[in-house]
């Protein structure tokens, strides 16, 4: 079993509608939650990272962790086709040399 | 800005030839590592390395070696290329605390044929 399993799609919405990304894992000693994105011939990009169970928003984007379900959440509300992209949750202990474990990624196209 | 850069966008090599990937950040980043990206099995780690002339195996790490000999590059080595060896590999950097936030490079897609 992998330690961090992600959907990866594809998933394709229209313009404006919220898109839900998810991802599970297995090990509780993570403590740090982020999400990566990736623009195609690009190298991923942090978007968003919470520490620790909760929510963190930023604009039309919002990250949600429940610790105790091992479950994290990323929601893009009113989804442009900028927002096209590789979507990665990632995930740390806080430990070890900032060794990051990835989902296999969410591919998202949000067509006109 | 940070910026880590590689050697390459796209490289063809053929089976059996020694391969090197190289890898340079600018911003006096501790950590840095290798990763492989296949579609759907995501980033997978090879190698990272802490400090200069330091190294730890990462997950996937049978068939390349890697070296830092100075702080701001490292560099991937295949041995002797395999055709499984062709992928997307990725570079990252990143600060010894805060890691959370790793920036990568733009990638080298490697053929091997």
């Known amino acids: 079993q992998k330690e961090v399993e992600q959907d990866p799609g594809p998933l394709s919405v229209p313009e404006g509608a919220i898109v839900s990304l998810n991802c599970t894992y297995s090990?509780?000693?993570?403590?740090?939650f982020m999400w990566y994105r990736q623009y195609s011939r690009k190298g991923p990009e942090l978007l968003m990272y919470?520490?620790?169970?909760g929510n963190k928003e930023d604009g039309r984007f919002t990250a949600q962790v429940d610790k105790s379900s091992k479950y994290i959440s990323l929601f893009i509300r009113d989804s442009q086709p900028s927002d096209s992209a590789t979507y990665l949750c990632?995930?740390?202990?806080?430990?070890?040399?900032?060794?990051?474990?990835f989902g296999q990624g969410t591919i998202l196209t949000v067509h006109p | 800005d940070v910026k880590v850069t590689q050697s390459s966008r796209y490289l063809v090599k053929r089976t059996g030839e020694k391969v090197f990937l190289e890898c340079v950040q600018d911003?006096?980043?501790?950590?840095m590592f290798w990763y492989r990206q296949d579609p759907g099995l995501g980033l997978r780690l090879i190698y990272f390395?802490?400090?200069?002339?330091?190294?730890e195996k990462g997950d996937i790490p049978e068939g390349y070696s890697v070296s830092r000999e100075k702080k701001e590059r490292f560099s991937l080595i295949l041995e002797s290329a395999s055709t499984n060896q062709t992928s997307m590999y990725l570079c990252?950097?990143?600060?010894?605390?805060?890691?959370?936030?790793?920036?990568f490079g733009p990638g080298t897609r490697l053929t091997v044929t």
């Open positions: 919470t520490y620790s169970s």
């Open positions: 090990n509780s000693a993570f403590q740090y």
């Open positions: 390395s802490y400090d200069v002339k330091m190294k």
């Open positions: 911003m006096d980043h501790e950590n």
């Open positions: 990252a950097s990143s600060f010894r605390t805060g890691s959370y936030e790793q920036y």
């Open positions: 990632a995930m740390w202990r806080g430990t070890s040399y900032g060794k990051l474990t």
